[in-house]
């Protein structure tokens, strides 16, 4: 069996052409993909297209902390959003893919009549697979090949699809997944280009990328010390780090003697490299530190 092919961009990259997929675990990341997405568009004076029943001064992004003046957006046509009746649902109700596609269509050939340089569309799928009477998984892979066909080859128009990972078994969550090229994830808590920290939420923690050394020791400790997990242990996926100092490690173990004592700091995904640092100085002596998962498998998101 072929592995997949996804490019992985964080919010702030999606261009026109990506029809991105965000599979999110909570609230918290939903808000953290999408906000940006929404705001950055409205700041950017690109077009917002939201297929929702959420009412507009709800949607992530958009609330009140964040000082926006939604109903003047919708005024002069930056934003639009558009319940599910009349972007999907035939008249009894039920989920018709051709009309949330036509529907997509004309509101991009609008926002290019009305000059918009570019527009942005998302809605949540979630609801689909929450249906009383079981969710039609062929109907929305259809729907999502069919979204993907329009808006892959465009130079204006950008997607993301959103769906609660807990709302479908993983086959069928892989399955929507690879209807999309793109994997849209949060925007780095840090990147200078030699060392990349991005906020993980399933499992609660960062993902560590490039170099950890003795000038990013104070950057890193303090991305540590802003994780309030509810779980209580803190994962750091490791796969993608290829050097830390001894500094660094001390660094980690002290952080782990700070977490509530039936927790951990777990290090999943560790690299080769990586690994043969921390046996060479012992796990014994990096108290608070577990081993966790293995390297991910190329391709599973």
Request: a negative charge.
């Amino acid at each position: 069996m072929e592995t997949p092919w996804f490019a992985k961009r964080p919010v702030s990259a999606v261009r026109p052409g990506d029809h991105g997929w965000l599979a999110y675990s909570g609230p918290e990341e939903r808000d953290r993909v999408i906000g940006p997405f929404v705001r950055e568009g409205l700041e950017t004076e690109e077009k917002v297209v939201y297929v929702t029943d959420s009412p507009p001064e709800r949607l992530p992004g958009l609330g009140p902390a964040h000082r926006i003046d939604v109903h003047a957006h919708i005024t002069a046509g930056r934003l639009r959003v558009i319940s599910r009746r009349d972007a999907c649902l035939d008249r009894s109700g039920a989920f018709q893919p051709a009309m949330m596609v036509d529907t997509l269509g004309h509101e991009v050939g609008t926002a290019f009549d009305q000059g918009f340089r570019a527009v942005r569309l998302t809605t949540d799928y979630s609801w689909l697979l929450n249906e009383a009477g079981g969710s039609d998984l062929g109907r929305m892979l259809g729907c999502e090949h069919q979204v993907g066909d329009a808006v892959s080859p465009s130079t204006m128009a950008m997607a993301i699809c959103q769906i609660d990972r807990r709302a479908c078994p993983p086959d069928q969550l892989n399955a929507l997944r690879d209807t999309h090229e793109v994997l849209v994830e949060v925007n780095p808590e840090f990147d200078d280009g030699i060392l990349k920290i991005v906020r993980t939420f399933e499992p609660d923690g960062l993902r560590v990328e490039g170099e950890l050394d003795a000038a990013r020791h104070t950057v890193f400790a303090e991305q540590l010390g802003q994780l309030r997990p509810g779980g209580g242990s803190v994962h750091l996926d490791l796969s993608r780090l290829g050097f830390i100092d001894l500094g660094g490690l001390h660094l980690l173990a002290k952080h782990a003697t700070r977490l509530p004592a039936e927790a951990s700091l777990v290090l999943d995904h560790l690299s080769p490299d990586v690994e043969s640092v921390i046996e060479m100085v012992g796990w014994h002596r990096l108290p608070g530190l577990a081993r966790g998962r293995g390297l991910p498998l190329e391709g599973i998101a």
